[in-house]
């Protein structure tokens, strides 16, 4: 069956913009993450929704990252104000039960 | 706090030897420990989920074993293969919980001809 797919799969914008990123989960999965993979810091947590409950936004860096679900299916994060340390790739995943099953990325650069 | 470290941080064996790569974290409540495949430039593969009341699990040549008591977690891969050649990730929950992961820093596997 079809995995969690993510768009665009790599994304370059000016210090400053806003950018949106999107992941499709794997239908049926009622969890999905979002996980942020940049070279001095590893691969790290940033917001997780389940279900209809209030998402947790524990890993959000800043105040400049947003993210929602709609019909909880698919998922937008949004980052507005890009900065530099903002560069990465992005990852989202979703689940049934407990085991993650991950898209391929976004590769976002910020000049 | 929830630690995880992985060792080695990078390996290179040729083809077909067995090996080990380890992880410990810091936290022995854990719910499950999950295993991960990255290729460069790709997305995180699912290798094997092991459960808290398990001890090992097995997929074909790979092997995870899970010891909660001492905080560790290995995966054997048998007859290694060119193939093989990838980054390893193992991941926690965050203490308390079980659904948003905490992750190593990954060993990285060179298997070569």
């Known amino acids: 069956g079809a995995g969690v797919s993510q768009s665009p799969s790599n994304k370059v914008t000016e210090k400053g913009k806003d950018v949106e990123l999107r992941c499709d989960p794997i239908s049926g999965h009622t969890a999905l993450y979002w996980y942020r993979q940049s070279l001095g810091q590893g691969l790290e947590f940033l917001i997780y929704f389940q279900g209809n409950s209030a998402p947790d936004k524990s890993g959000l860096p800043s105040d400049r990252f947003s993210a929602e679900r709609t019909g909880g299916s698919v998922s937008t994060l949004t980052i507005q104000r890009t900065q530099q340390e903002d560069s990465a790739v992005y990852l989202c995943?979703?689940?049934?039960?407990?085991?993650?099953?991950f898209g391929p990325g976004t590769r976002l650069t910020v000049t | 706090k929830q630690e995880v470290t992985q060792i080695p941080a990078a390996l290179s064996v040729p083809e077909g030897e067995n090996l080990v790569l380890n992880c410990s974290f810091t936290d022995s409540a854990i719910y499950n420990l999950q295993w991960f495949r990255q290729d460069p430039g790709k997305g995180l593969t699912s290798l094997l989920l092991?459960?808290?009341?398990?001890r090992e699990q097995t997929s074909g040549r790979l092997n995870a074993s899970l010891d909660k008591s001492s905080g560790r977690s290995t995966l054997y891969i048998a007859a290694s293969q060119p193939g093989d050649s990838a980054t390893y990730l193992c991941a926690v929950p965050f203490s308390g919980g079980y659904n948003k992961l905490i992750f190593g820093a990954g060993t990285r596997l060179a298997v070569h001809p």
């Open positions: 995943a979703s689940s049934l039960d407990r085991e993650q099953y």
């Open positions: 092991i459960q808290s009341s398990q």
